[in-house]
């Protein structure tokens, strides 16, 4: 099983990214996807969440600016986008993808929580 995050970069105050969040592999199910955010000597944030029910729940600080996709399913692969717009210099961190998710493992099913890497976001005033 593997979480890939996509789709940092620098951008200009005001403007838009778009994050994706890819697991893949021998999943049968995933309950929910969120986003983290950090920055150094500081501890990771909630950003947004959704889950399998449709539910979404935003950190204060993106709400209005930050939207999060339902969880979308192609074969193997699950989904998730985070759209940032309205970007400011505060927003600046590194952007984490995590996954509440249950997969085979040979004859073994298991379920728990994955991280995938990194990815930068810069916002320049």
């Known amino acids: 099983v593997q979480l890939q995050a996509f789709g940092g970069g620098l951008v200009q105050a005001g403007g838009s990214l778009r994050l994706s969040c890819v697991a893949s592999?021998?999943?049968?199910?995933?309950?929910?996807m969120q986003w983290y955010r950090q920055v150094p000597g500081k501890q990771r944030e909630l950003v947004a969440e959704?889950?399998?029910?449709?539910?979404?729940?935003?950190?204060d600080s993106v709400k209005g600016r930050f939207t999060i996709s339902t969880i979308s399913r192609d074969n193997d692969k699950r989904t998730v986008y985070l759209q940032m717009n309205s970007l400011k210099p505060e927003d600046t961190a590194v952007y984490y993808c995590?996954?509440?998710?249950?997969?085979?493992?040979?004859?073994?099913?298991?379920?728990?929580?994955?991280w995938g890497q990194g990815t930068q976001v810069t916002v320049s005033s």
């Open positions: 959704s889950d399998t029910g449709g539910n979404t729940n935003y950190a």
């Open positions: 592999g021998n999943i049968f199910s995933v309950y929910s």
């Open positions: 995590l996954a509440d998710l249950g997969y085979y493992s040979g004859s073994d099913t298991i379920v728990e929580k994955r």
